[in-house]
């Protein structure tokens, strides 16, 4: 009878909805401010491609769809292609399904600013739902000024609103959801455009041309059929942005006075190793989750980790499931209290999670988190387990190693981590004498690193302080000329080369990185007519370390060089003997350390491409090895 009775009741429903007229009322889309600097890139057709970052929950991740390319997101970026041929867009999916935009705010520049994105496509109303609309707007605000500031791109920001089964009384009475007015204010305030492509689909639900269980058949996460809705929704948008006249400079986004008392701008995901550890914990192991890189584990009753920062929130992100166990923490000094960390309904897979300790802390006060393991394991879990990623703080954390001397603070990350054993091979001083014997006998070796910003995590290790160590009589200056995801197919025209290379007269110059776009001959570009300026110069090519896990170098890795395999690695070996410069297959031994460490991968990586300090010291130590005698 139950059964029936809700069946009846969602008949009518139904019913209802197909009578009711659509939601006229609502625009469909707000222009404000607009797209000026992603359409400027777009029309101007450089060689580096247009970037679109996708931030938001499982609807951008594309939940629902039959396959990956009928989400919204993929189907949006597959028509910018078509709709603008010859522009290399780049999308990247900064999506993570179950997270709203307070999780947002502190993830902004890990998942998002790293990427230097153009455009950033913000998705949280969905999952915003239910917040308080103080909270909400905080929180948004946090993510625009974190793009707007802390980014180096700048990218424009547009907001996106999604249905859900809920939303659709609100339609129909012809006004937003709360959540959407939430995030409207916010991008009212700061002139952000917003497409609500959750009217399009309300109108076809609420016009009858379509059930909500053909929109979506769990009522939240769309079909094939609602994704393309969406993108039905976001068309005319961007129509109206191309018809805009483009702009002749690029436009500096305005950053107001905040409608929050409390913006998330500085919001973070703070590593677990600057806490203080104990013997319970054992951190840099696997992740279970794509989200989370690595994690520090314990199961220990009464394993204890402890964190100091000033911020107004403190919380962690961490990955629960069928075996995970409670916590127990203590604030300043306080009592211990129980925190549930175990979901009863999550005992059959692992997610991510995020969890707050404390919130309206006064930030301008040093506090003090301990967390450590609930001796009594959870009813129907499996065990205790904490699996943490990161904490969260919204406000700073002082490096732990902030303030060391630079040798010193790069001799101790390297303690903590397994030693690099590879040893160079003899010929590497090949077209490499003149150095060899600047290093030995002084007084000085100026070196320019040329790349990308793997050339810049491999500058950063600090390499020339462990060969300035190793050579008393040198003193070795390094010069970083580096610029995000660039090659020599940008360095080789007049002008770069002269600011990124000639000005500095090296006598090494190092080239690198994982942006070269296999292009050997704009490399050969570089070397030639920098020894026609400066014929003494020596030249050391490095192969890729780092990047994507689906890069061909990383997926089709050999232990040398192979044109069949990854062919830029075999032909820049070739390069350098016809050009007569140093070669160095960097490739081999990083991806050796890495697969021989003990630790996962990621546990090098600070985001999904780039080293962090561990893993800049593996790029160090084998810069160091194959530089000594």
Same mark, same amino acid.
């Given at each position: ?270 590593? +677990? =190793?600057?806490?203080?550890? !104990?013997? /319970?914990? %054992?951190?840099?192991? *696997?992740?279970? #989750?794509?989200?989370?890189?690595? @994690? ?20 962690? +992100? =961490?990955?629960?499931?069928? !075996?995970? /166990?409670? %916590?127990?923490?203590? *604030?300043?000094? #306080?009592?211990?209290?129980?925190? @549930? ?289």
């Amino acid at each position: 009878m139950l059964h029936r009775l809700a069946f009846a009741c969602l008949a009518v429903t139904v019913v209802a909805w197909s009578s009711a007229a659509p939601a006229a009322e609502i625009a469909p889309y707000t222009m404000r401010g607009g797209l000026p600097n992603f359409w400027k890139k777009v029309v101007e057709k450089g060689p580096e491609p247009v970037r679109i970052s996708y931030f938001g929950g499982s609807i951008t991740a594309g939940a629902g769809s039959s396959k990956p390319q009928f989400c919204y997101r993929e189907m949006l970026t597959e028509w910018l292609k078509k709709e603008n041929p010859g522009v290399p867009f780049q999308p990247y999916n900064a999506a993570i399904g179950g997270t709203g935009s307070w999780l947002g705010a502190f993830r902004c520049w890990n998942d998002v600013g790293y990427q230097r994105p153009d455009l950033v496509i913000v998705e949280f109303a969905v999952n915003d739902g239910g917040a308080p609309e103080e909270q909400v707007i905080a929180s948004m605000e946090g993510i625009v000024h974190q793009l707007r500031t802390k980014t180096p791109s700048k990218p424009d920001i547009l907001f996106v609103y999604t249905l859900v089964k809920g939303h659709l009384e609100d339609f129909k009475a012809g006004k937003l959801p709360p959540t959407m007015q939430y995030h409207e204010k916010v991008a009212e305030h700061y002139g952000i455009p917003s497409v609500v492509m959750a009217k399009h689909a309300a109108d076809q639900i609420l016009g009858g041309k379509m059930t909500i269980e053909e929109f979506a058949k769990d009522n939240v996460h769309p079909t094939d059929a609602g994704y393309a809705l969406y993108l039905e929704a976001l068309k005319p948008f961007f129509a109206a942005v191309k018809s805009a006249p483009v702009a002749k400079e690029v436009v500096k986004a305005e950053v107001p006075a905040p409608l929050s008392p409390k913006p998330m701008e500085n919001a973070r995901l703070v590593p +677990y =190793d600057w806490a203080q550890m !104990d013997d /319970g914990w %054992l951190g840099w192991q *696997l992740s279970t #989750s794509g989200n989370l890189p690595h @994690v520090a584990v314990s199961d220990k009753a009464g394993a204890t980790i402890a964190l100091k920062f000033k911020g107004s929130q403190i919380g962690i +992100y =961490d990955i629960i499931g069928p !075996d995970t /166990g409670n %916590l127990e923490y203590s *604030l300043d000094g #306080s009592e211990w209290k129980l925190k @549930v960390n175990f979901d009863k309904y999550c005992l059959t897979y692992h997610r991510a999670a995020s969890t707050v300790f404390a919130r309206d802390l006064d930030p301008k006060v040093e506090h003090e988190l301990k967390m450590r393991i609930a001796a009594e394991p959870p009813k129907d879990s499996k065990g205790r387990f904490t699996r943490l990623g990161w904490f969260l703080v919204d406000g700073e954390v002082k490096d732990p190693m902030a303030g060391m001397d630079p040798l010193a603070r790069i001799d101790s990350i390297y303690a903590g981590m397994k030693p690099v054993t590879w040893k160079a091979p003899e010929a590497r001083w090949t077209n490499l004498e003149k150095t060899k014997a600047k290093l030995e006998n002084g007084p000085a070796l100026t070196m320019v690193m040329l790349g990308d910003s793997i050339i810049g995590d491999t500058s950063s290790s600090n390499f020339e302080l462990l060969v300035g160590r190793d050579y008393p009589k040198c003193t070795v200056k390094k010069i970083v000329s580096v610029r995000g995801s660039t090659g020599c197919w940008y360095y080789k025209d007049p002008e770069p080369l002269e600011q990124y290379v000639l000005r500095h007269s090296p006598d090494l110059l190092v080239i690198g990185g994982i942006s070269q776009r296999g292009d050997i001959a704009s490399i050969r570009s570089v070397i030639q007519q920098t020894r026609a300026k400066l014929p003494n110069v020596e030249v050391l090519l490095l192969t890729p370390t780092f990047g994507s896990p689906q890069a061909d170098y990383v997926k089709n890795f050999t232990p040398q060089p192979d044109k069949k395999a990854f062919a830029y690695r075999a032909e820049l070996q070739e390069l350098a003997v016809q050009e007569k410069c140093g070669f160095f297959d960097m490739t081999a031994p990083w991806m050796d350390y890495m697969k021989s460490s003990g630790y996962a991968q990621d546990s090098f990586k600070r985001d999904p491409i780039h080293a962090n300090q561990r893993g800049m010291q593996i790029l160090g130590r084998l810069m160091r090895e194959f530089l000594k005698l």
